[in-house]
């Protein structure tokens, strides 16, 4: 076995006797390296008792090492590739992780937050360039029909523009952000917590078929790894840092999706939140981060996210505007002699100069540019008077 198989088989087993994201397993890697590592762990000297106890715990189950192997080679079966830091695609935003510091954390999903030690991936694009360009959609499971249809618009427009559509691959808005980026024949990617032959959900089995074909499976979980509880949390961290930003389209009070967006917020990037009814309990999620985080960002569409994550100059929304109407190009002279003709009947030139406080001459300049606007007829008796409703039954004067 060469320097680096042994390197790489050593980050295997390390994920394997620790679950990815603890901190002083990252540290002593950064510092001595994962071969080492492993022997000091192996050796029974990790530095902290909890990882002691962990350690021992998986080792009285099997040998590490053999342990490591053995996903490889199940790796390979599968078709799936391991990807490390010493990779040429590996993708270096997720090192950002290692200075993640979440407030008043507590759990150790929370804690425990330091940067990948290894990547397990299907599909043939390299991962770095893939999620270069990408922006993450999340949200809940129990998705409502509001939420899909925004969730898939939001997936179909970013990929219509280049830019890879990352989530969970779970039901609900995760399922609606793929789906839609599969459907306008971009890239996306699903990061799993588990291992890439474990689909979770298993209602999702053909879902994650097709992203393997055209984008790209990752998990930090060797395969067979099962979808434990905490390990979407625990993932979650990944989402938020290999994407330009992340956009949560809908989430209950108590939500995983709620903490990639936290997790964002704590990278310093752009973390986005899609407004939903009052009324809906999928809403109180996104409405409280935009309450209470200020650098949260209220999006309504493509133009929006693309806004935040773009390039600055470059990819700006253009501002909402109803669409003009001829009454907006009015000025303040044609606007008070229009406003001065009755609804239900005709008046003279002078009386409409009179109600409008304007002189006749600009009473006539003023009327008959209204005329060329189709907002004022003249009658065949001199007199002056509103277009009447047109066909729609709309008239040409709002109250």
């Given at each position: 076995m060469t320097a680096t198989d042994e390197q790489r088989l050593a980050r295997v087993a390390l994920t394997w006797l620790a679950e990815p994201g603890t901190r002083s397993v990252h540290a002593l890697v950064e510092r001595i390296g994962p071969a080492a590592t492993l022997d000091l762990l192996l050796a029974g000297d990790a530095p902290e008792r909890t990882l002691r106890s962990a350690v021992a715990a998986r080792t009285a189950a099997g040998d590490a090492r053999r342990v490591a192997a053995e996903a490889l080679a199940r790796a390979e079966r599968l078709g799936a590739?391991?990807?490390?830091?010493?990779?040429?695609?590996?993708?270096?935003?997720?090192?950002?992780?290692?200075?993640?510091?979440?407030?008043?954390?507590?759990?150790?999903?929370?804690?425990?937050?330091?940067?990948?030690?290894?990547?397990?991936?299907?599909?043939?694009?390299?991962?770095?360039?893939?999620?270069?360009?990408?922006?993450?959609?999340?949200?809940?499971?129990?998705?409502?029909?509001?939420?899909?249809?925004?969730?898939?618009?939001l997936g179909y427009g970013l990929a219509d523009r280049e830019w890879t559509v990352v989530s969970g691959g779970a039901f609900g808005i995760d399922s609606a952000a793929h789906r839609g980026a599969l459907t306008a024949g971009g890239r996306t990617v699903a990061v799993l917590a588990c291992g890439l032959d474990r689909p979770y959900p298993?209602?999702?089995?053909?879902?994650?078929?097709?992203?393997?074909?055209?984008?790209?499976?990752?998990?930090?979980?060797?395969?067979?790894?099962?979808?434990?509880?905490?390990?979407?949390?625990?993932?979650?961290?990944?989402?938020?840092?290999?994407?330009?930003?992340?956009?949560?389209?809908?989430?209950?009070a108590r939500s995983g999706a709620t903490q990639t967006l936290n997790r964002a917020l704590g990278l310093g990037r752009p973390a986005m939140v899609v407004p939903g009814p009052v009324t809906s309990a999928m809403s109180v999620g996104g409405h409280e981060v935009l309450r209470e985080r200020p650098y949260a960002r209220l999006v309504t569409g493509v133009a929006h996210v693309l806004e935040e994550v773009g390039r600055i100059g470059y990819d700006l929304a253009p501002p909402a505007r109803a669409a003009e109407r001829p009454r907006d190009r009015l000025d303040d002279e044609a606007t008070q002699v229009l406003e001065a003709l009755p609804r239900r009947r005709a008046l003279d030139l002078e009386?409409?100069?009179?109600?409008?406080?304007?002189?006749?001459?600009?009473?006539?300049?003023?009327?008959?540019?209204?005329?060329?606007?189709?907002?004022?007829?003249?009658?065949?008796?001199?007199?002056?008077?509103?277009t009447p409703p047109d066909a729609t039954g709309r008239g040409r004067r709002p109250s």
């Open positions: 590739r391991l990807v490390t830091p010493e990779d040429d695609e590996w993708p270096a935003p997720v090192g950002e992780l290692r200075r993640l510091v979440l407030p008043d954390a507590v759990r150790r999903v929370d804690v425990e937050t330091d940067p990948p030690l290894c990547f397990w991936v299907r599909g043939s694009w390299p991962l770095d360039e893939t999620l270069a360009r990408s922006v993450a959609v999340v949200g809940a499971r129990a998705a409502t029909p509001y939420g899909s249809h925004v969730a898939t618009e298993m209602g999702n089995a053909a879902l994650f078929d097709r992203i393997a074909e055209t984008g790209l499976l990752v998990s930090e979980w060797m395969p067979g790894a099962e979808p434990l509880r905490p390990r979407f949390l625990i993932r979650n961290r990944v989402i938020a840092a290999a994407t330009r930003g992340t956009v949560l389209v809908e989430a209950a009386s409409v100069a009179a109600r409008a406080g304007v002189d006749l001459r600009t009473a006539m300049r003023k009327l008959s540019m209204l005329e060329e606007l189709e907002l004022v007829v003249r009658r065949s008796d001199g007199g002056y008077a509103l």
